[in-house]
T-cell receptor, first 117, second 111 residues
């Protein structure tokens, strides 16, 4: 299957700093990418849908000014957690869909563990 | 938005067949059923997807009755490495292609 990478795999930062997480589709072009967060022992929660060349669509309750998403190319989407606080500590996972079709398989990245001190 | 319901947890033993059933009563005509597996601290991994009847791949089988209001993931002869969380998802026109994860089923395979 197609490969999606994330960088970094883990990051520790101080409260108040911003952290950028990259999501790349390595061997296919992704017109749509998705960002999720997952707290321990919980399910994945969809944060936003990212379409190449356009603004991201955020799910209800997700602060768009807090979680900045950029999808500048067909193989790269970034999530920036601005002014991070301890409650933002979580496991962030991205996924990519290979074509514009709704029913195509989504490929998930390995996740990024964010710890805010 | 199609909602799914599946058991929170299941136990099994190595070598047994495991069947995990998921209900999705309000599935839309254009929706597909897909299953993912997730190990701790990893992203979900696609297992299988289907629309109706039966789908089989090298990993699992997916059984979908005619009314499509439920589906059953069948894992043949599980091993300890199959211990994971399994998510049943419905996606398509009812949620614009987004994958909305429910609680999932935590499968514990014992020796």
């Amino acid at each position: 299957g197609a490969v999606v990478s994330q960088h970094p795999s883990w990051v520790i930062c101080k409260s108040g700093t911003s952290v950028k997480i990259e999501c790349r589709s390595l061997d296919f072009q992704a017109t749509t990418m998705f960002w999720y967060r997952q707290f321990p022992k919980q399910s994945l929660m969809l944060m936003a849908t990212s379409n190449e060349g356009s603004k991201a669509t955020y799910e209800q309750g997700v602060e768009k000014d807090k979680f900045l998403i950029n999808h500048a190319s067909l193989t790269l989407s970034t999530l920036t957690v601005t002014s991070a606080h301890p409650e933002d500590s979580s496991f962030y996972i991205c996924s990519a869909r290979g074509t514009s079709g709704l029913y195509n398989e989504q490929f998930f990245g390995p996740g990024t563990r964010l710890t805010v001190l | 938005l199609a909602k799914t319901t599946q058991p929170i947890s299941m136990d099994s033993y190595e070598g047994q067949e495991v069947n995990i059933t998921c209900s999705h009563n309000n599935i839309a005509t254009n929706d597909y059923i897909t299953w993912y597996q997730q190990f701790p601290s990893q992203g979900p991994r696609f297992i299988i997807q289907g629309y109706k009847t039966k789908v089989t791949n090298e990993v699992a089988s997916l059984f979908i009755p005619a009314d499509r209001k439920s589906s059953t993931l069948s894992l043949p002869r599980v091993s300890l490495s199959d211990t994971a969380v399994y998510y049943c998802l419905v996606y398509g026109s009812s949620n614009t292609g987004k994958l909305i994860f429910g609680q999932g089923t935590t499968l514990q395979v014992k020796p």
